[in-house]
């Protein structure tokens, strides 16, 4: 089955940090960009960062660049995000996904900042 | 980094077909094949509709079609259904790896 599964959300303090996890299978990951995409509580879908099938090139979101990471393990199949320096406002559903044709978005998980 | 700007609202009746238009700039709509449109249905992950501006993806009805005109795309839904009922976003790629949405426009069925 082609999926994406997000892992790694929950609460956490104004200026504290998360990694979130993307762990892709049937489909070929290493062969693809991916993304990571959020959605704040009743607002609309904001695209954050995006990575290279080989890694080495990435991009970001002016409201997220210098704070968040992007990276991957194509040997583990798994995509990440390292989440530094959040604020209330980073506080939305996480996704992973792909751009391309084949439209995988992974269900999402649950960041909230809060103290 | 600003996003593509969608309708709030739009509204028609079973059988109808509406339009809801994307309006980005020459830097991204305008110069990108690479506008793509989503679907979501509440505490849903969305859902690809239309891809390089309008191909449809495997499994998707082709009551759903896209198009562009300059820096303005389109998603046209023909022969609404109740399950047409949703929020649909545009996306496309801007410039140096970066990509924008657009604002959602919720969908309503009469």
């Known amino acids: 089955e082609v999926q994406l599964v997000e892992s790694g959300g929950g609460l956490v303090q104004p200026g504290g940090s998360l990694r979130l996890s993307c762990a892709a299978s049937?489909?070929?990951?290493?062969?693809?960009?991916m993304h990571w995409v959020r959605q704040a509580p009743g607002k609309g879908l904001l695209w954050l960062s995006n990575?290279?099938?080989?890694?080495?090139?990435?991009y970001y979101a002016d409201s997220v660049k210098g704070r968040f990471t992007i990276s991957r393990d194509n040997a583990e199949n798994t995509l990440y995000l390292q989440m530094n320096s959040l604020r209330a406002e980073d506080t939305a559903v996480y996704y992973c996904?792909?751009?391309?044709?084949?439209?995988?978005w992974g269900q999402g998980t649950l960041v909230t900042v809060s103290s | 980094q600003s996003a593509l700007t969608q309708p709030a609202s739009v509204s028609g009746s079973p059988g109808q077909s509406i339009t809801i238009s994307c309006t980005g700039t020459s830097s991204d709509v305008g110069s990108s094949n690479l506008v793509s449109w989503y679907q979501q249905h509440p505490g849903k992950a969305p859902k690809l509709m239309i891809y390089?501006?309008?191909n449809w993806p495997s499994g998707v009805s082709n009551r759903f079609s896209g198009s562009k005109s300059g820096n303005t795309a389109s998603l046209t839904i023909s022969g609404l259904q109740a399950e047409d009922e949703a929020d649909y976003y545009c996306?496309?790629?801007?410039?140096?790896?970066?990509?924008?949405f657009g604002g959602g426009t919720k969908l309503t069925v009469l």
């Open positions: 049937g489909f070929s990951f290493s062969s693809k960009w």
């Open positions: 996904a792909t751009f391309d044709y084949s439209g995988i």
């Open positions: 996306s496309s790629y801007s410039r140096s790896g970066i990509w924008v």
């Open positions: 990575i290279k099938s080989d890694g080495k090139n990435t």
């Open positions: 390089e501006v309008s």
